[in-house]
Structure formats: structure tokens, C-alpha cells
């Protein structure tokens, strides 16, 4: 049965490929965006899928803008099945170069875009006692690198945000689910629309994966959102658990590498365009579309993601293994 799915940030990057993903699997799709090129672009491509599509220009830090967006998706679409929270911006360089009121903005449409949606959508899932909300993540909600302190910090609210509301609705015995998906880096138009004051062209750190990658990892998530979390990518399980055991020294070797490991060596254009303000893809924009510039390096599958989504098959075929082995074991020495 088709279900009705809203994605922010759809006009680009991970948001795009989501978009595409669950269209093949024939929901009815709700795409959110400022960028009005994208959105388009978006919505046709799920067209040609075969999905039913409502888009809605909207700006994720206006509360009241994105109430009347879930408003307009239950009466145009119906009651809402999953909600997918993608949309943000953010600022390369370092702390000392941000103001004050690009901070702000980050945060407010990073972060507390999350928060307005998940606000707006909340209460009519709850009052049916069902849905599904799926935060976007990364990596770097547990761990900051230098020059993305803006976004590291929206991460890291939203992980906290995610831990405490899962809280709420366990206690509650609610049918409601939330769930996040902790992202690698991955080849998103990001890198050249993100404001940035780097000297060089930024870059994702490698490895770098597809944003396809992410998107499945995305819907499979709404799936089976029982899970408080999912890591994709082998890069961030071992990024996390580096974090786990050793914060300090990760903290020394990003220090130094950090800085040359998220520029590309070319030196940035003047006229690369930022989408803190305002859309890279205004009306008459550029349709960036969901990958990026780092095509010839990126990898369009996850072993570790193949692993984490069939984890009690593969569990229970290792101890079956384990078991067999033991049993083998057992006859040799009766024999």
C-alpha cells in the first residue's frame, strides 16, 4: 500500500536521491525545498517514476511555514506515513570567520528545522498512533572536524533532540517511531553551494559515497525504525568507534590533518554560489541535482550498509556457522 512520504531539503544532494527512492517503490511523495529549480527537477524525475508528487517551496527555519506545509500535505495528499527531516545549510571555514548571524542561520535551518518539523507533523501522528520520523545524520553528530563548526554543532543538537523524544515516545508505549541515520561523507552538490570562506574548493573527507547510498539507507530506515540508529558506511563505524575509545588523539590527528583533508587543492572561484540565504537554485537557477563533482571517486555501494540491513540474518548465520563448527568439533573427538 502506498504510503504518504514527505522529504525536506529535496531539491538536492541526499533529499534528491530520497526523493528517487522512494518513488520507485511507488509512495505518494511530499518534496520540501527552498529552491524552486530543484524542486522541479525533483518532482519530475519522481513523476517519470510513477509517483504521485506535491511539491512545496518552503523554508524549514519559518515554524509557521512549515506547519502549514504538513497542513497542506494531510489535506492534499493525506495523513502522513514518514516524515524524512535532510534540509540544511551550514558555512565552511573557521570558527573566528562565521558571524553571529550566519551561526544563527545554520543552526536555525539545520537544527531547528528538524525541531519545526518534527513539531508540526508530531501531534497528528501521535493522534493516530502511528508514523514514522526519520532524521538525516552523520558522523559528525559525534564527532566535529575543524572548519564545520556550525554544522557539527546542529549535528550534534540534533542527535541529543532525537535521544530524548525516543525517550518520550517509549515511555508513552507510543506506535509513533523515530529513528537516525548517521551519514558518511557523501557526493552532495553541498561542496559547491555551501558558503564557504576556504581558500581551496571544499571536499567531503574520503571515503566518499554516493548519495544513493545514503537514500537507501534512508528509506530502509523507515522500514524498520525500531532501531534508535543506523551507521552507514564503513568510515563512520570506524570513525565513531575511534571516538568511543580514544576522543583525545582523534581530536590531535584531526588537528592535523583535518584542514588539507577537506579541500580539493584547487583554489575556490569567487562566484561559487551559497545558499545560506537564499536558494543556489532560485527560479530561474542551476538544477544541481543529487550528486555532486566527485563522481570518479565516490562509491556507489556500501558493503558495511549490507551487513547492518541484514544484521539477524547475518547474526544468525554466523552462529550457525559457530555452532556447526562446534558440533564438527564434538564428532572428531568422539571419534
Sequence with gaps: MARVVAITGASGGIGRATAQEFARRGDRLALLARGETGLAGAEAEARELGAEVLTIPVDMADADAVAAAVERIETELGPIDVWVNVAFTSVFARFEEITAAEYRRATEVSYLGYVYATMAVLPRMRSRDRGTIVHCGSALAYRGIPLQTAYCGAKHAIQGFHESLRCELLHEHSNVHVTMVQMPALNTPQFSWVLSRLPEHAQPVPPIYQPEVAARALAYAADHPRRREYWVGASTVLTLAANAVAPGLLDRYLGRT?????????????????????????????????????????????PQQWVAHRYPQVSAGAAALVGLGLLVRGWGRRR
Excluded at 575556490?268 to 537554485?281: F, G, H, I, M, V
Aim: hydrophobic fraction near 30%; aromatic fraction near 8%.
Design 258 to 302: 583535518g584542514f588539507d583533508s577537506q579541500q580539493t587543492g584547487a583554489l575556490r572561484t569567487d562566484d561559487q554560489p551559497a545558499n545560506l540565504w537564499e536558494p543556489a537554485d532560485g527560479p530561474d537557477g542551476h538544477d544541481f541535482g543529487a550528486r555532486g563533482a566527485f563522481d570518479d571517486v565516490a562509491h556507489t555501494a556500501s
